[in-house]
């Protein structure tokens, strides 16, 4: 499954890490999401690209549509911070 | 010129519709009103000039009303409304066409002679039996007059002729008077029996539409009623942390397929717990056949996981309330030492984190009373 970049929406202010450093340096399958201030695993094939996690995680969080997603790499294990976005006044 | 407009009812005992108003099988007083219209249209449609009284243009004029009127109904009963309209104008018709009719026959066959016979020229109608049309009743009132007037004159020449055949003419034309009167009357009195059948019948008719219109009211709100009688969900504010009591709610997130495998995101949620989510794929044809296991699989695992959230949940909670105590403990202390009511203290320290709103007003209250001013301006 491959998703271009190109497909991504302006209006998100993503911090990708580049794809050939996360297949070097994640090793661990699990990563760590934190949203809305839970915390959850879910596999790293998933977390990898905006698009898919925010398929994944749009049913349960409906915030995650103009969130900013930052991505950092600990021990191995990828780690996911989503902040939502506040939008404009009167939307 | 619109036949509504030109037809001004009795508005002492019924008011006609006016062009617009909304009709409704519940309410019977407009289902009056309209029968009454109707009714009264089609007396005024026979008095007018030029009009000729047949079924074609009976039908024809109903429907041309009916949609002139432009009256307002629901869909599902439009129909029905439609019917009662127009089978009321028709039924007047005909009774008007009837009446006229009848007087003209008996005046007719009472000097009409055996020429006068009921022959199969005659048009017939299903309720009415056999009705002449205007234009053989004409054509018969042409005849029998010319008939009379010819009979008139034989009648004087055979007198002025002959004297003994006379006798004998005007016994057999006494008989045929006499045959012609007891027809004509045997023909009045069928034909009023006939009309009187045919009343009972449209009677029955409407008899019947009414019970039909009656027990489709009381169906429609029969279903009304069950419509309204459809509970209604209601979920407590407070779920308990059991997976049989409480809402769950579970996702399938079919991926687009790749290289002949499709990939199925399943998440299984309770409460404000974050999402448990699971990822498997799939080979060929995605049914609920091959889902149904993976799903079950999510839901057993999730239900037994579910403890082990709350506890979690349970743990941060009395350790955030710890933090907080320690927090107040240490602010409430400098303030202590100005204080000489040790009693109050330990309580507030006692107290859980629920009520430390509670402890606030109870360390600040002394210090407003001993020395309110001190506590505003921090002496």
């Known amino acids: 499954m491959t998703q271009k970049t190109s497909e991504r929406s302006p209006a998100d202010t993503v911090k990708n890490l580049p794809d050939k450093s996360k297949n070097a340096e994640i090793t661990e399958p699990m990563a760590r999401v934190k949203i809305e201030g839970q915390e959850f695993e879910l596999e790293a094939n998933l977390a990898k690209d905006d698009k898919i996690l925010k398929t994944v995680l749009q049913p349960h969080f409906a915030s995650v549509e103009n969130a900013n997603i930052t991505r950092n790499i600990k021990d191995g294990r990828l780690l996911i911070t989503i902040v939502k976005k506040a939008q404009y006044k009167g939307r | 010129m619109r036949l509504i407009d030109c037809v001004r009812g009795d508005k002492n005992h019924m008011e006609i519709l006016s062009s617009g108003s909304f009709i409704n099988l519940d309410n019977e007083e407009k289902i009056e009103q309209l029968v009454f219209t109707a009714q009264e249209i089609a007396e005024t449609a026979i008095k007018t000039e030029g009009f000729e009284a047949n079924e074609e243009n009976n039908k024809k004029l109903a429907l041309d009303i009916w949609q002139g009127a432009e009256y307002m109904c629901r869909d599902s009963e439009e129909v029905q409304v439609k019917n009662i309209f127009i089978s009321n104008f028709l039924e007047r018709m005909r009774e008007i066409s009837v009446v006229s009719k009848t007087p003209e026959n008996r005046a007719e066959t009472s000097e009409s ?30 005849e029998t007059d010319k008939d009379l007037n010819e009979s008139s004159d034989e009648s004087d020449t055979i007198e002025i002729e002959n004297s003994e055949p006379n006798t004998e003419i005007k016994a057999k034309v006494k008989e045929i008077a006499q045959i012609d009167n007891s027809s004509s009357v045997e023909t009045v009195e069928t034909e009023t029996t006939k009309i009187e059948k045919k009343n009972e019948a449209l009677q ?18 029969e279903v009304s009623t069950k419509q309204e009688s459809v509970g209604s969900i209601v979920l407590p504010e407070k779920e308990p942390y059991q997976f049989d009591k409480c809402t769950v709610t579970a996702t399938i997130q079919l991926l687009p397929t790749d290289l002949g495998t499709r990939k199925v995101v399943m998440s299984v949620r309770t409460h404000d717990f974050p999402p448990q989510i699971s990822v498997h794929e799939l080979f060929g044809e995605v049914t609920p056949e091959n889902l149904l296991p993976e799903l079950e699989k999510a839901f057993e695992r999730y239900k037994g996981d579910l403890p082990v959230k709350v506890m979690d949940k349970l743990r941060k909670e009395k350790d955030g309330g710890k933090k907080k105590k320690k927090k107040r403990s240490t602010k409430v202390e400098p303030s202590e030492t100005s204080q000489t009511t040790p009693v109050n203290n330990k309580n507030g320290l006692e107290t859980d984190e629920k009520s430390d709103e509670s402890v606030e007003p109870s360390v600040v209250a002394p210090q407003t009373e001993i020395n309110p001013q001190g506590s505003l301006f921090g002496n």
């Open chain 2, 204 to 221: 029955i008719d409407s008899t019947e539409t009414n019970k039909l219109e009656t027990l489709q009211t009381e169906a429609n709100r």
């Open chain 2, 113 to 142: 002679k055996s020429e006068i016979t009921l022959t199969n020229t005659d048009s017939k109608d299903e309720y009415l039996g056999l009705v002449q049309t205007a234009d053989a009743q004409e054509q018969e009132s042409s």
